[in-house]
Nanobody, 115 residues
């Protein structure tokens, strides 16, 4: 099993920045892709950004140019730097990790962007 714990969420004004962290523990060998998803009230969970173990990144169009995903492979820690935040970025942000055919989720961290 893999445990994922997110941190770094909070309340920020529009235009501000936050940095989310995702710490992995447990059977972390062979974790491949790490990703961040978000779910706003009344909406489906959506992919925000992902990064492979080789560093290839992918972003949702809505966050391109504002968010940056990164990871430290030695510690299996993922990060999401969020700049120029907008009220529509308000959501619970979840860390996701894949290992083979298995997929693991954190419990989420709340991000609220006030206008």
């Amino acid at each position: 099993q893999v445990q994922l714990v997110e941190s770094g969420g909070g309340l920020v004004q529009a235009g501000g920045s936050l940095r989310l962290s995702c710490a992995a523990s447990g059977s972390i060998f062979s974790i491949s892709t790490m990703a961040w998803y978000r779910q706003a009230p009344g909406k489906q969970r959506e992919l925000v950004a992902s990064i492979t173990s080789g560093g290839t990144t992918n972003y949702a169009d809505s966050v391109k140019g504002r968010f940056t995903i990164s990871r430290e492979n030695a510690k299996i820690t993922g990060y999401l730097q969020m700049n120029s935040l907008k009220p529509e970025d308000t959501a619970v942000y979840y860390c996701n990790a894949k290992r083979g055919i298995s997929e693991f989720w954190g419990r989420g961290t709340q991000v609220i962007v006030s206008s």
